[in-house]
């Protein structure tokens, strides 16, 4: 069975350790607040040192990728004008917007002349 005296005592000692020690340390609520709120802020600083550099390195890494990208680009383009150079008088004009052939080209000349 339960001896209500032996839990009562408990309770009352237990209850005077709490008091004394709030006498000696101040209470719970003001000792918790500064320790909690300096490791929230801690942990907040931390957490958002770790954030900036993840997203400083994304960036990073994302400006590497898009560099290579185009450098890949131009370097084909590069090649494929190396490989089929344009010849001046290939039917292009000056200005743009028209639509004026040279001579070459409407008499069919310049199509043989080119292979085709």
């Known amino acids: 069975m339960i001896d209500y005296d032996q839990t009562l005592l408990e309770s009352t000692r237990t209850h005077r350790e709490r ?38 390195g994304t960036g990073f890494v994302l400006d590497i990728l898009q560099t290579q990208r185009e450098d890949r680009a131009v370097a084909a383009y590069r090649a494929a004008i190396a490989a089929t150079p344009m010849e001046p008088g290939d039917g292009l ?13 409407t008499t069919g000349e310049g199509a043989a002349s080119r292979g085709m």
């Open 19 to 56: 008091l004394t020690a709030a006498f000696v340390h101040g209470e719970q609520r003001d000792r918790r607040i500064v320790n909690s709120n300096l490791r929230r802020l801690t942990g907040s600083v931390v957490l958002g040192a770790v954030l900036c550099a993840a997203c400083l």
């Open 93 to 105: 004009t000056g200005q743009r917007g028209t639509a004026s052939r040279t001579p070459s080209s």
